[in-house]
């Protein structure tokens, strides 16, 4: 129940608990709330931070699906992820179900056209095969949710990304800017002496869009990423569902060329406004950075499933997958 108090009193009461749980850059904003909005002003906007920490106090509560990586063949794994699953059929299955889950919410988000998926429904492409998936997988075993994390290492170029692809890459006016920018990324990749990275087939079931798992997959990709190593990447992401937005928000920032940040842009392929994004690994948004390092140390339970065994790595594996317990009230403000 909350006590009647006059307004410096109310707002110390209700920004201690922030204070307490290390969310202390809330207090500046609060407080020019305070001063320059009214009393209106800045109850609309306490309003908005109570819906905010309502939506955070979920993610250690209602966070009950297991969340699965799928390495690529071939790659290295973190001797850190021990959790590994073996065998070339349950890795196929798992993409495969990616792929199905992918083409299935594309294909009702108007994105894509039938015709543009395999006869079973799945959206294959060809960077599936050689990049990380994370998979949220409800008890029932089903995909709730996916991201493709594509990690790259030595000599590569544009021409080497799916990027290349974009309508954007093939625009005369940003084609050649978008170029430049790209090769600026993996020449500062490599000389911070990480790897380079594209970030895509992101996908949530509609009743999960505005749930913990949208946000919490997310975030995990940075976190495989500092996993790996570190990374300077880039993510193609849609405007639809607020995806580019979340990106953003969580680190992502528009690619530049000679100072100059490049546009959103349509794509009459996935018929939407898309964008190109850039990240770093090592520098998540404030609000993010604690959660994804925590997220970093919690990815080693989860389950690793790998399409071919190493010779010189063998494992004694659990009876089963033990489900990834998701860190709860991440520093953020920010989520409605």
Known sequence: MRRRLSGGVFLTALIQPFKSSGQASLRPLCRTGFRTGGRLRWVAYLI?????????QRFGDHMRNELVLLAPADSLVPASLTRRYFGRNRHSHWLSEVQRVRGKIYHEDGALQAS???????????????????LVVDGNGD?????????????????????????????EEWGSSLRAAVQSEIARAKQSGTAFSEVGGWAIVPEKRCSTEALGIAMATYSLAQLLGGCVGISTATQRHRSSAILRRIGGQSL????????SYYDPHYRCQMEVLRFDSSTPDPSCRRWVEQLSKRLVDVSVVVAREPVEDLYVLPSRPIPLRWPSQPQIGWVS
């Open 48 to 56: 908005q931070e109570e819906k905010s920490v309502t939506l955070f």
């Open 116 to 134: 543009q998926l395999t006869a079973d429904g799945r959206h294959v492409q060809g960077a599936d095969y050689d990049s990380w998936h994370l």
């Open 143 to 171: 995909v709730q949710g996916c991201a493709r994390y594509r990690h790259l290492t030595g000599n590569i170029g544009f021409d080497d990304l799916g990027v290349r692809e974009s309508w954007l890459a093939q625009c």
């Open 256 to 263: 530049q060329h000679e100072g100059t940040e490049l546009p």
